[in-house]
């Protein structure tokens, strides 16, 4: 789906869902896209900026976009009945009166992969997953052998097949 015809369904949702709003809260809802988003699908902030991972609406399914829009305008709705963003029962009874899913958390798929990840030195087991390499593993351990962590491509799915052959020998 293209951002274009996301904002398309936004618009529609918005006037369909946020027409008992004052002006005020009405006119402050807007939609953004950011590149930036890799581990959530969107976001809504006090101001009634509602952000879509660009991601996700380049590869998701228009039935979780759909739900994600929802799911994010029902947080400003609740915000502005309640002065809360969570995922309140306020928020939840709105979402769910939306036709949205009413779950918090969701295995959608359209997220980038994660390109890294942190094994254990001794077995290889795979003990996290990230985007980027900022932390140094220096001084960490594994919970499962005690010892040393690493990164790794994950990418290349051959250099932990290696390094499991590597340990076997």
């Given at each position: 789906?293209t951002?274009?015809e996301?904002?398309?369904?936004y618009?529609?949702?918005?006037?369909?869902?946020?027409?008992?709003?004052?002006?005020?809260?009405?006119?402050?809802?807007?939609l953004?896209?950011?590149?930036?988003l890799?581990?959530?699908?969107?976001?809504?902030?006090?101001?009634?900026?509602?952000?879509l991972?660009?991601h996700?609406v380049?590869?998701?399914?228009?039935?979780d976009?759909?739900d994600?829009?929802?799911?994010?305008?029902?947080?400003?709705?609740?915000?502005?009945r309640t002065?809360?963003?969570?995922?309140?029962?306020?928020?939840?009874?709105?979402?769910?009166?939306?036709?949205?899913?009413g779950?918090?958390?969701s295995?959608?798929?359209?997220?980038?992969?994660?390109?890294?990840?942190?094994?254990?030195?001794?077995?290889?087991?795979?003990?996290?997953?990230?985007?980027?390499r900022?932390?140094?593993?220096?001084g960490y351990?594994?919970?499962?052998?005690?010892?040393?962590?690493?990164?790794?491509?994950?990418?290349?799915?051959?250099a932990?097949?290696?390094?499991?052959?590597?340990?076997?020998?």
């Amino acid at each position: 789906m293209t951002q274009q015809e996301a904002r398309k369904i936004y618009n529609s949702l918005k006037n369909e869902f946020c027409s008992d709003l004052s002006r005020e809260e009405f006119a402050k809802i807007h939609l953004t896209f950011n590149s930036r988003l890799k581990k959530s699908f969107g976001r809504c902030s006090v101001y009634g900026e509602i952000e879509l991972s660009s991601h996700f609406v380049q590869n998701g399914s228009e039935e979780d976009i759909v739900d994600t829009i929802k799911h994010e305008l029902a947080h400003y709705i609740a915000y502005c009945r309640t002065g809360r963003l969570g995922h309140c029962r306020v928020w939840k009874n709105i979402f769910l009166s939306m036709g949205g899913s009413g779950r918090a958390k969701s295995k959608k798929k359209g997220l980038p992969a994660m390109k890294y990840g942190i094994v254990c030195t001794e077995c290889c087991s795979i003990v996290g997953k990230r985007h980027v390499r900022r932390i140094k593993l220096q001084g960490y351990r594994s919970n499962c052998c005690k010892k040393p962590l690493e990164w790794i491509d994950l990418a290349s799915l051959e250099a932990i097949v290696q390094k499991v052959k590597a340990k076997r020998r």
